[in-house]
């Protein structure tokens, strides 16, 4: 059964800093990975999708790599910003008929100013 | 129409009551997904379509949980005879085609609370 895991559950950092938040499953035959951020109150907005025949993912300051092989991938922010401050959630499609997304419990961000 | 949309966005229900909370997809997304967000948790897959057939339902709780979306684009999950363990956040989400490989785009979910 696929399990995804994300390291630390909580995170607090200064601004501009540059953070890394990790993301691990334990079945490597996924078809892709995606990483969603999540206001308080909100739903989910995509942030990158990573397809499982691609090693990274960028977009602005955000920069997704993807290790399938080892079961982890990780989100790179850049020069941190209180706007920054969300819940972030990695999801991977498993391999399969289903189109379903597994998702991990999130890592709870906190940029001070 | 430009994203996802939920309603009602807050749904207060007694004990034993039944519910329907509704999801316009994204205007021409072929897949449509239900999930169950409870505090504090990431979401967990109920339900998904592609177009009006229900092709994984694997993720209902109980024969309570009924999902339908007969001409293909907005659909209706129903819950029969709730129970507090029903209270939770039910967000959909939708995307382009049926082969997964696009990106889910999701709404900003019903809060459901059951008294």
């Known amino acids: 059964k696929q399990e995804v895991t994300q390291i630390p559950a909580a995170l607090s950092v200064p601004e501009g800093e540059n953070l890394v938040l990790n993301c691990s499953f334990t079945d490597s035959a996924i078809y892709n990975l995606q990483w969603f951020r999540q206001d308080p109150g909100k739903g989910l907005t995509s942030l990158l999708l990573i397809q499982s025949s691609q090693r990274e993912q960028t977009s602005g300051r955000l920069n997704a790599s993807l290790d399938k092989s080892s079961g982890r991938s990780t989100l790179y922010i850049a020069a941190s910003q209180p706007g920054d401050s969300a819940t972030y959630l990695c999801a991977v499609r498993p391999g399969g008929a289903t189109n379903k997304l597994i998702f991990g419990t999130g890592t709870l961000l906190a940029v001070q100013p | 129409g430009a994203g996802v949309s939920q309603s009602p966005r807050y749904k207060v229900a007694k004990r034993g009551q039944d519910v329907a909370l509704r999801c316009d997809p994204i205007s021409g997304h072929v897949s449509l997904f239900w999930y169950q967000q409870a505090l504090g948790q990431g979401p967990e897959f109920l339900t998904y379509?592609?177009?009006?057939?229900?092709?994984?339902k694997s993720g209902l709780p109980s024969d309570r949980f009924f999902a339908e979306r007969p001409e293909g684009s907005v659909s209706t999950l129903k819950i029969q005879r709730t129970q507090q363990e029903d209270s939770a956040v039910y967000l959909c989400a939708s995307s382009l085609e049926g082969g997964g490989w696009e990106p889910q785009h999701f709404g900003d979910g019903t809060r459901l609370s059951i008294l």
């Open positions: 379509f592609q177009n009006e057939a229900q092709l994984d």
